[in-house]
Nanobody, 120 residues
């Protein structure tokens, strides 16, 4: 089973700033998988942010982050990144990365999460 470890959060940034999150995978490669980023704000449900199909690099984004966030992957490092620009206070949340097989409907491996706080 793959292990996912997020990093890059854990600090407070100002509105308009940028931040890059990383999701490092270990245990196996991700060549047949989709890696996604989700976020959960206090008192709210966890929501989809972005995903990337590992073998093609095709990204998908939630409407709320289109044009501001970019998901990418580094094959050599088995790592997925989430570049977040023009951050807003409403982006404040715990960010999780997750992985699923390309043919599976649900994500079944999750990281522990990393806090992103955006102040106004």
């Amino acid at each position: 089973q793959v292990q996912l470890v997020e990093s890059g959060g854990g600090l407070v940034v100002q509105a308009g700033d940028s931040l890059r999150l990383s999701c490092a995978a270990s245990g196996r490669t991700l060549s047949s998988y989709v890696v996604g980023w989700f976020r959960q704000a206090p008192g709210k449900e966890r929501k989809f942010v972005a995903s990337i199909r590992w073998n093609t690099g095709i990204p998908y984004y939630a409407d709320s982050v289109k044009g501001r966030f970019t998901i990418s992957r580094d094959n050599s490092k088995n790592t997925v990144y989430l570049q977040m620009n023009s951050l807003r206070p409403e982006d404040t949340a715990v960010y999780y990365c997750a992985e699923r097989d390309y043919s599976a409907p649900n994500y079944d491996s999750w990281g522990q999460g990393t806090q992103v706080t955006v102040s106004s």
